[in-house]
């Protein structure tokens, strides 16, 4: 991982993984522009994400749609990145990827090697998400759907409401989460990595049965 100087936000006592670390699981932070990704990966990171954001220009506005993202100054040109250490061996590596069409190619290269998604989703913009869950069919990447409230969202859509919205398949877990919050986001993971659990259920993959020994109980502490 480099040789950066201790962190004390880490609970590893720094940026280092812990010697015992023997499996590693890699997650993608999926959704469309503006969502909250960067947000997400930034509030479960247990170190100084990587990020690769850009202030915004006019230029992008051309090809952006900014509707409902009047705040928004900067944006993930390549990808966020951080790290959750579930227990003495499990590792979880959140990659957080850019939302904008242009970029689909770059994080499409990104799903290699992932054991899912979570998807971020706005109830202001849900149409946006088609395309993005599209994308992780094709692939047959397994993926969750969290629902990020947003402070100015007009009123909370019922859970259901927005499954048939989004045509989900009544296996697919759906979530509500707060991109800010640790806990809030946690729980989102939780949804994700039980769904892969289940999928993975009977499966002779080593390393499923090493999530399904530290999964649950870890992911609720972290």
Sequence with gaps: MGSAPASEDSPAGGVYLPSGVQTAVK???????????????????EIRPLRTEEVMTQAGALVDDLAGTKDKTTTTVALDFGRLTLNDSLVLYLFGTPGQQRFTELWQDMTRGALGALVLADTRRLGQSFDVMGVLEELGLPYAVALNDFDDASAEH???????????LPETPLVRCDARDRISSTHALIALVEYLLTRNAGSADDSAGTVGSAGDSELEHA
């Design 158 to 168: 019922d859970l259901e409401e927005v499954r048939e919205a989004l045509d989900l």
């Design 27 to 45: 997650v993608l932070i999926v959704g469309h522009f503006a969502v909250g990704k960067t947000t997400f990966v930034g509030a479960l990171s």
